[in-house]
Nanobody, 124 residues
Framework: QLPLVESGGGLVRPGESVRLSCAGS????????IGWFRRAPGKERERVSC????????YLDDSVKGRFTVSRDNAKNMFYLQMDRVTPEDTGVYYC?????????????????WGPGTQVTVSQ
């Protein structure tokens, strides 16, 4: 069983909304930082967000600020990426990741676990 599995991707029209979910298993999510990443076609993977555990401030990339929201339900080991007012530039494979240290959020450490990703395509 994979420790992280994303779902909720698909074809979305520009301006619409979509919510991605990430199901965690086999670890206690309340002590893991959770990140969302995406890889656009022909581009390198980029970080979308990072939420430290313990109530720290969520980092959001400038390209998604005001449009994307992250949340987590530690009791259910579920993590969410709410994507509003999507644009074609949001097209890509979206991954969730978990890191045992909050230092993954500033790049000082690497994430420990990754999901296989879910495709989001924004197109008319």
């Amino acid at each position: 069983q994979l420790p992280l599995v994303e779902s909720g991707g698909g074809l979305v029209r520009p301006g619409e909304s979509v919510r991605l979910s990430c199901a965690g298993s086999g670890f206690t999510s309340s002590v893991y930082a959770i990140g969302w990443f995406r890889r656009a076609p022909g581009k390198e993977r980029e970080r979308v967000s990072c939420t430290p555990f313990g109530g720290g401030i969520t980092y959001l990339d400038d390209s998604v600020k005001g449009r994307f929201t992250v949340s987590r339900d530690n009791a259910k080991n579920m993590f969410y990426l709410q994507m509003d007012r999507v644009t074609p530039e949001d097209t890509g494979v979206y991954y969730c990741a978990a890191g045992r240290s909050n230092r993954v959020c500033d790049g000082r450490e690497i994430f420990d676990m990754w999901g296989p990703g879910t495709q989001v395509t924004v197109s008319q």
